[in-house]
């Protein structure tokens, strides 16, 4: 896939992938064996029928390849940006036995792209209807449910279950819907026209959106029963970034991740120079951390010119988390790496102000309990690491705001919702998914989880009108 030139998207937010030609992706897509016993299939979270869309390429029906994908998928331009396909479906194609994978996300991407420039994503109301005559709950569902979150998860759940017959409301506690689509993933990697396109079909389908609305703050989940709301759906994510623990953490010039990139998103520093956005960026960042939303950070601070942008990893660059398409971007675009290095304080000059880290070097032991090779400090090997801006990109947990006022609901031990592979919390009519309950994941693992979660609130739902 053709893609901007490294040079030149260092001074832009534009997207670094162009996307495929008609032409480029009907040749991909005749490279497809169309497998009976598709393991691309059992790879994707959301279960597309990744075969089928790929026939319809095949043959020039975009058109149809679209519906395909809509079938499982409410939000395919997204996923055909952000998901790691390197990992599930991608993985799971017999071609990747033998070597290259089928390209699937590049031709989801594409079929998404043409939908949307051809008018096609605006016209959902016919498959809406034709899936409402078709399901066995078309029984006039006038009952109340109350999603909280409008991250991937929340989208899709609110969306399988309004084409479901149901009256969804989507409550979010910024101004604009979309979650970790809108305010964690820069716009050179996930576009806001793409956002809003996506969302806008999903309020074709019918389901309502508030907006500016914290539960937990302005409602509780006790008064939304009141109001006859009759399940939940927590979909709040993870927001609460996680630090190191280390002297210095609390210098002016030290952001979590978190922290930086939402107000990147929210304030529109992006749309430099026509926005003057408070964040201020070093002459030399310093981002700690090695998965997608440091990659991420070190990218944006370089478009915001920082002279000098290094990711700070305590393992090798084999146990990086991030993408392999994102570590290859950041290389070409100049990031630096310092690997099998750890932070242990950062010092600030007199005014408060960072000035440079102090850190360790690294070798690496055994694997530990997440499969990955423990860094163990090599004696003695403490240098010092010029920088001016520190950004923390360690993980994030459940941010407990609303949780707080759901005593009843039972959390594990980091605070995260306990919920089965469907959904069910301890609390019969609340579910909960995506962040909120697995920790920091990728968006279309908690798509998978909004879908899993809307058949149990249907399920749920169904017996309590059978009863």
């Known amino acids: 896939m053709k893609e901007q030139n490294p040079q030149e998207r260092i001074n832009n937010f534009n997207e670094v992938a162009l996307g495929y030609t008609p032409e480029q992706a009907i040749l991909e897509a005749k490279r497809c064996l169309g497998c009976k016993n598709a393991g691309c299939i059992q790879g994707c979270p959301v279960e597309i029928d990744i075969p089928g869309f790929i026939a319809e390429i095949k043959k020039g029906s975009f058109d149809k390849a679209y519906q395909v994908l809509k079938e499982k998928n409410n939000l395919p331009a997204v996923c055909g940006r952000v998901c790691p396909q390197e990992t599930q479906c991608e993985k799971a194609c017999v071609l ?223 146990e990086m988390p991030a993408r392999f398409e994102e570590i290859k971007h950041a290389r070409e675009e100049g990031i630096k790496f310092e690997l099998l290095t750890s932070p242990i304080k950062i010092y600030g000059y007199e005014n408060g102000w960072v000035r440079a880290m102090r850190c360790l070097r690294n070798r690496l032991a055994e694997p530990d309990a997440s499969g990955r090779r423990r860094p163990v400090a090599i004696p003695d090997s403490e240098f010092d690491f010029d920088c001016d801006l520190v950004v923390v990109a360690v993980g994030q947990g459940p941010n407990p705001l609303l949780l707080s006022t759901i005593p009843e609901l039972k959390l594990n031990k980091r605070g995260n919702i306990e919920a089965d592979p469907e959904g069910r919390t301890s609390v019969p009519d609340i579910f909960a998914g995506g962040d909120i309950v697995t920790g920091a994941a990728t968006v279309i693992e908690a798509m998978g989880m909004g879908k899993r979660a809307a058949r149990a609130i249907d399920n749920y739902l169904t017996k309590l009108i059978n009863c």
């Open 96 to 318: 990747a036995k033998k070597g290259k994978p089928i390209a699937v996300g590049s031709l989801e991407r594409f079929v998404a792209d043409w939908a949307i420039s051809h008018g096609v994503s605006e016209r959902p109301e016919q498959k809406f209807k034709e899936l409402e005559r078709n399901t066995q709950y078309a029984i006039g569902n006038t009952k109340k449910i109350a999603i909280i979150g409008s991250g991937p998860a929340g989208l899709t759940a609110a969306a399988d279950l309004a084409k479901t017959g149901y009256q969804v409301i989507i409550f979010e506690s910024l101004h604009a819907v979309g979650g970790v689509l809108r305010y964690g993933i820069p716009e050179f990697r996930l576009p806001k026209e793409i956002v809003d396109t996506e969302v806008g079909y999903i309020e074709k389908l019918g389901v309502k959106m508030e907006v500016n609305a914290v539960i937990g703050r302005i409602k509780t989940i006790d008064q939304l029963r009141v109001e006859g709301f009759k399940a939940f759906f927590i979909a709040t994510g993870a927001g609460l970034p996680y630090f190191l623990g280390i002297k210095g953490e609390n210098l002016n010039g030290v952001y979590s991740a978190n922290e930086f990139l939402t107000r990147v998103n929210l304030m529109n520093a992006y749309r430099f120079p026509d926005y003057d956005t408070p964040v201020n960026i070093g002459r030399k960042v310093a981002v700690i951390g090695a998965g997608n939303v440091a990659l991420d950070s070190a990218r944006v601070s370089r478009r915001l010119g920082a002279g000098e942008v290094t990711i700070v990893y305590r393992r090798s660059e084999s």
